[in-house]
């Protein structure tokens, strides 16, 4: 098509349409990372609801409606208000800005992370068709980003890593090694094997030992993911990548009164992040450690 051959032709007018994209897509996580989860409880509360129904005690238990809520509806508005959010607020990063962070209607601070979900989903993008170039690979590196981000932001709020987001990223993985993208499709299905089994073994232990439960089994899933896209070979350096920032992170919020010792702390946004560095510059990052090991 003539407006593809005009982006690759032109590296800043592709550069350009990726941040702006990358703000509207941004602006659309916002409302996954807020509005799924809900959906999510709204929709166990139902089945819930009809199970007890079932049960014979549907006095108990009335299924909530859920015919309302959804990631389009209802339209975006204030929470403190209910104004309704319109076209001309509601533009990435701009619209904050000229509104001071605030509700045109109310005067309600709006919170700071609407913007930086945004700022940081067009950084991102920006960074991933800065590295892959114009090719099949930055696309597919696209949509995983995005994809991790929302992953993310839900499970810093909720310490959940639906299903609905995790499962089609993890068969887009094993899909593309068909091709194969970034691992072939052997590297890729023992990565989806081994990713999932190594977490679920340390759940099984950690759990066997004390009694307790150390993690959810989303993280399972996550690392299962990253192992479709990028292969059994990078689970290693995916998992350092994230335990040692988050074990750090946990220290620091124990040392600082901000959070005990069975306080959980979501997991996922460290392996999301290591996932992402991963395959991105996973292979030099790789690369120096053997240079500086003298291995290489």
């Known amino acids: 098509m003539a407006w593809i051959d005009l982006l ?12 702006l994209v990358g703000l509207i897509v941004g602006s659309f996580l916002n409302v996954v990372i807020l509005r799924l989860p809900r959906i999510m409880e709204a929709e ?11 049960d014979g005690d549907a006095d108990e238990m009335t299924a909530p409606d859920t015919s309302t809520l959804s990631l389009s509806t209802p339209p975006s508005h204030c929470p403190a208000c209910g104004h ?10 701009l619209s904050f800005l000229l509104l001071r962070g605030r509700c045109s209607a109310c005067g309600t601070a709006v919170s700071w992370r609407y913007p930086l ?7 991102l993008s920006l960074l991933v068709v800065w590295h892959f170039g114009p ?3 930055a696309a597919a590196a696209l949509i995983l980003t995005w994809g ?10 909720t310490q959940l890593l639906p299903d609905s987001i ?3 990223l993890l068969w887009l993985g094993l899909l593309l090694s068909l091709v194969p993208v970034f691992a072939d499709s052997s590297d890729a299905i023992l990565g989806a094997v081994a990713g999932f089994l190594s977490l679920w073994l340390v759940f099984q232990a950690y759990r066997l030992l004390t009694g307790k439960e150390g993690m959810g089994h989303g993280d399972f899933k996550l690392l299962a993911l990253f192992g479709a896209w990028m292969g059994w070979q990078t689970l290693p350096q995916i998992v350092l990548l994230s335990a040692l920032p988050g074990a750090v992170f946990g220290i620091a919020l124990i040392a600082t009164g901000r959070s005990g010792r069975e306080t959980p702390i979501p997991f996922g946004p460290f392996l999301a992040v290591s996932g992402w560095i991963n395959l991105v510059w996973g292979v030099d990052i790789a690369s120096a450690y053997l240079r500086w090991s003298g291995v290489g």
Request: charged residues 20%; hydrophobic residues 45%; aromatic residues 6%.
């Open 8 to 19: 690759t032709g032109s590296p800043p007018l592709l550069y350009t349409t990726t941040l």
């Open 44 to 54: 166990w509360r139902r089945e819930c609801a009809e199970l007890a129904a079932t």
């Open 84 to 93: 309704r959010i319109r076209p001309w607020e509601n533009i990435p990063l």
């Open 117 to 123: 979900v945004e700022a940081l989903t067009a950084l």
């Open 135 to 137: 090719t099949a690979q």
């Open 148 to 157: 991790l981000i929302a992953l993310a932001g839900i499970d810093v709020d």
């Open 166 to 168: 995790t499962l089609p």
